[in-house]
């Protein structure tokens, strides 16, 4: 490593340490609410050192409700260079992503699924910034014209621009055209960041033949949060939803039992791409959920901890540290940067996991099944029969300094819950079964 290198990559970990620290000073109105954040880092590689910096936004709150969203992670800083526009990709490519999980020994990529995106607001460009993204990486078309792509509103109109949220769909939407490039994405804009229009947006979805559904924002949990759970309830619908970025704690839509619940790690690759280890990533949300009773597929597998039987959360996990992020594309200027961004948290996760499925439910019509319904209890099945064959164990690493429930462990664990998809056997079982 050079030393540039090795100055940057300290800077970024002392950054990350200062986040942590400030974190705890910030508050909004709501005490329900966490700020609406996600990390973000902006590195160029064609550029001089001092033009590769972490930014962390917040989003704005354009309409405050008694049970705001969150997204992610709280904001610590904001360093971008005015008015640059970021031409290089940095980051995690689709290449090494799908060779690292193992998509790449899968021929099927998806055909005849609707994977929907759940988001707030309007990304005016989200079509046009996937094209570049398709382009860059070599991945087919993904066009309203063709049919791979298509936007519809949660409400009756478009909703408006905010460029926070565009990020976090370029992000989705993106990423689940990389890991299923022949499944359609369903991209529905809720019309604002509150709960009610988010939950319509995902009731949209469904209405309009999604198979996976894919949310990557979070609230705290609340006393009435099991009244919408039948919300994520529908035979032949997967639902997923990033567990949050703030380290231990429990969020909301991903303690509902009916919600795969994805947290995060960070990978590591050799120089082929080829996957050497993951370690629980600091910001991945888990814990046992204060609201949701336990299930019955967590009670059979026996997770840890839990005398007084609630939900754990997360469920599955997948790459999240921003410090090993994903390349994103994304032209709608935000604090004055547009362009490449390499992006981390468990939001990415969310939507690769969907993708995921897409093709385990791209291979079982193929072969006149249904499509997966229960979802959880059949990953939580195949993980207790034969873990490590469908599945990375997790076992270093903390999100925080709650002893058992804050750390990494084989079998189960409320960082990463039961690993990281070893994807060429997991589809593939998911799509016999």
């Given at each position: 490593?050079?030393?540039?290198?090795?100055a940057f990559h300290a800077?970024?970990?002392?950054?990350?340490?200062?986040?942590?620290r400030?974190?705890?000073?910030?508050?909004?109105?709501?005490?329900?609410?966490?700020?609406?954040?996600?990390?973000?880092?902006?590195?160029?590689?064609?550029?001089?050192?001092?033009?590769?910096?972490?930014?962390?936004?917040?989003?704005?709150?354009?309409?405050?409700?008694?049970?705001?969203?969150?997204f992610?992670r709280?904001?610590?800083?904001?360093?971008?260079?005015?008015?640059?526009?970021?031409?290089?990709?940095?980051?995690?490519?689709?290449?090494?992503?799908?060779?690292?999980?193992?998509?790449?020994?899968i021929?099927?990529?998806?055909?005849?699924?609707?994977?929907?995106?759940?988001d707030?607001?309007?990304?005016?460009?989200?079509?046009?910034?996937?094209?570049?993204?398709?382009?860059?990486?070599?991945?087919?078309?993904?066009?309203?014209?063709?049919?791979?792509?298509?936007?519809?509103?949660?409400?009756?109109?478009?909703?408006?621009?905010?460029?926070?949220?565009?990020?976090?769909?370029?992000?989705?939407?993106e990423?689940?055209?990389?890991?299923?490039?022949?499944?359609?994405?369903l991209?529905?804009?809720?019309?604002?960041n509150?709960?009610?229009?988010?939950?319509?947006?995902?009731?949209?979805?469904?209405?309009?033949?999604?198979?996976?559904?894919?949310?990557?924002?979070?609230?705290?949990?609340?006393?009435?949060?099991?009244?919408?759970?039948?919300?994520?309830?529908?035979?032949?619908?997967?639902?997923?939803?990033?567990?949050?970025?703030?380290?231990?704690?429990?969020?909301?839509?991903?303690?509902?039992?009916?919600?795969?619940?994805v947290?995060?790690?960070?990978?590591?690759?050799?120089?082929?791409?080829?996957?050497?280890?993951?370690?629980?990533?600091?910001?991945?949300?888990?814990?046992?959920?204060?609201?949701?009773?336990e299930?019955?597929?967590?009670?059979?597998?026996?997770?840890?901890?839990?005398v007084?039987?609630?939900?754990?959360?997360?469920?599955?996990?997948?790459?999240?540290?921003?410090?090993?992020?994903?390349?994103?594309y994304?032209?709608?200027?935000?604090?004055?940067?547009?362009?490449?961004?390499?992006?981390g948290?468990?939001?990415?996760?969310?939507?690769?996991?969907?993708?995921?499925?897409a093709?385990?439910?791209?291979?079982?019509?193929?072969?006149?099944?249904?499509?997966?319904?229960?979802?959880?209890?059949?990953?939580?099945?195949?993980?207790?029969?034969?873990?490590?064959?469908?599945?990375?164990?997790?076992?270093?690493?903390?999100?925080?300094?709650?002893?058992?429930?804050?750390?990494?462990?084989?079998?189960?664990?409320y960082?990463?819950?039961?690993?990281?998809?070893?994807?060429?056997?997991?589809?593939?079982?998911?799509?016999?079964?």
């Amino acid at each position: 490593m050079s030393q540039q290198s090795a100055a940057f990559h300290a800077a970024v970990r002392t950054t990350i340490h200062a986040a942590n620290r400030t974190t705890a000073h910030i508050s909004i109105r709501s005490s329900a609410a966490r700020a609406l954040a996600i990390i973000v880092f902006m590195l160029c590689a064609s550029g001089p050192l001092m033009a590769q910096r972490s930014l962390a936004f917040r989003l704005p709150l354009e309409s405050e409700s008694p049970e705001p969203i969150t997204f992610m992670r709280a904001p610590y800083s904001i360093h971008p260079l005015p008015g640059v526009t970021l031409t290089t990709p940095y980051g995690y490519s689709p290449a090494q992503i799908r060779h690292a999980y193992g998509f790449d020994q899968i021929t099927n990529q998806g055909p005849g699924q609707i994977i929907a995106i759940i988001d707030a607001y309007d990304d005016p460009n989200a079509e046009s910034d996937l094209a570049v993204f398709d382009q860059q990486f070599g991945l087919p078309p993904c066009t309203t014209a063709n049919g791979c792509f298509h936007k519809i509103f949660g409400g009756s109109k478009r909703p408006k621009a905010n460029a926070g949220w565009a990020l976090e769909i370029s992000l989705d939407i993106e990423w689940a055209h990389a890991i299923a490039p022949k499944a359609t994405i369903l991209l529905v804009e809720a019309t604002t960041n509150s709960l009610g229009d988010l939950l319509n947006a995902v009731d949209t979805a469904v209405r309009n033949g999604a198979s996976v559904v894919s949310m990557s924002w979070t609230v705290s949990e609340f006393s009435s949060e099991s009244r919408q759970d039948n919300h994520f309830v529908s035979t032949g619908v997967t639902f997923l939803a990033a567990s949050g970025d703030n380290g231990t704690g429990v969020a909301y839509p991903a303690s509902s039992p009916d919600v795969v619940g994805v947290g995060g790690t960070s990978l590591s690759i050799d120089a082929n791409g080829n996957y050497l280890s993951e370690a629980a990533w600091s910001g991945s949300g888990g814990g046992l959920s204060t609201r949701e009773v336990e299930p019955l597929f967590q009670s059979l597998f026996g997770i840890p901890n839990d005398v007084r039987g609630y939900r754990g959360t997360p469920d599955v996990s997948y790459n999240a540290s921003p410090a090993t992020g994903f390349a994103v594309y994304d032209s709608v200027a935000l604090s004055g940067a547009s362009g490449w961004f390499c992006v981390g948290g468990t939001s990415a996760g969310s939507p690769q996991w969907a993708a995921l499925l897409a093709i385990s439910n791209s291979m079982r019509v193929a072969n006149r099944k249904a499509r997966l319904s229960g979802t959880n209890t059949l990953l939580y099945s195949l993980s207790k029969q034969s873990s490590a064959a469908n599945f990375h164990p997790i076992t270093a690493g903390t999100n925080g300094a709650c002893g058992a429930l804050c750390t990494a462990s084989a079998g189960y664990d409320y960082v990463t819950g039961i690993g990281t998809p070893v994807a060429a056997s997991l589809i593939n079982i998911l799509a016999a079964q």
